[in-house]
């Protein structure tokens, strides 16, 4: 009787142990997707509000870009503001740009319920056609280059499948996640480019577009909202390797995380082509403040930071404005 309680017992704890292994593993992904810190506001003293959306219509610099810059807005926001202590609040929204601009700047959206400002004071994407369409629509002039990036392939520590380059996401013994081509701009623009660079886009996509579904049943996983889930899911056992930014896999690591990364070789890395480009908006409610975040961008200090997060400098030249080409 003991040993059958104790085996009871034994049981319920280890029910309990996963239960609380699973809710700490959901719990981390959702942070992990950005449900908690894709919308800040930081404040002059330090301080740093969550999920304020609010704060879009009344900070003294609002900033909307894209999400694969999270990790580096609080060493970069904390640094201007220290240069400039009268802007006492700044909100910065960071997700997949082609939402930003088609969902809240063209168009009146709303997160988690509340209406976000159609009207950041700056917006920042990883296509410059997202800003062309604004200089169009007479919303946008001038836009400067401010850093860059590259493909890489994320892995667990260790590459237990041996990935060696890009060539492999056609493996058949190889599960792969990929951004999903309908909102991230890192697939639609470039890492549909480079399977197609390489002959195996429809062995690896079967030319589906789709978020949040196999595009091939137990082989090609396309995301749900954001390229950050790929870690998530290399450690939940779901996936092998995934296509991320270079930067990503250098935030997993400083986190701690077991996750490597495999290296894509030029051109296929795309870091010829990925330019991460900025202008302020004519609707901005705080053009001066937008003008002084633009200069500091182009600082030694805001370029070292972006640096040691992963990203690649621009140079003198590309972080001048320049005037959007003709609507």
Known sequence: MSKIINT??????????????????????????????????????GKIDYGKVGDS????LVIYLAGNQFMVMEDLIGAFQKHNPD????????????QILKGQILKQGKIAGQKIAKNPDLFASVNVNHLKKLHARNLMNDYMTYTHNKLALEVLEGNPKHIKGPRDLARNDVVVTLPNPLTEGIFKFYGSEMLKMLGIYQKVTDGKKCKSCWAIK??????????????IRLLQGKTDVGLVWTTEITYQQKIGRKIE???????????????YVIGSLKTARNPYNAVRFLSFLGTDEAQGIY??????K??????????LPGK
């Open 261 to 275: 990364g495999v290296d894509i070789p030029a051109p296929y890395n795309m870091a010829d082509k990925v330019a």
């Open 57 to 60: 219509y009344t900070a003294d």
């Open 8 to 45: 009871g017992r034994a049981t319920v704890l280890a029910m309990l142990l996963a239960l609380c292994g699973f809710m700490s593993t959901a719990a981390l992904a959702g942070k992990d997707v950005g449900r908690g810190h894709d919308h800040r506001t930081f404040q002059a003293d």
């Open 307 to 312: 640096a040691r997060h992963g990203f690649i």
């Open 314 to 323: 621009a140079s003198q030249r590309e972080l001048r404005l320049k005037p």
């Open 87 to 98: 802007i006492k609040s700044v909100f910065v929204e960071t997700i997949p740009p082609g």
């Open 218 to 231: 137990d082989k090609t996983w396309f995301t749900s909202r954001h390229h950050r889930e790929t870690p």
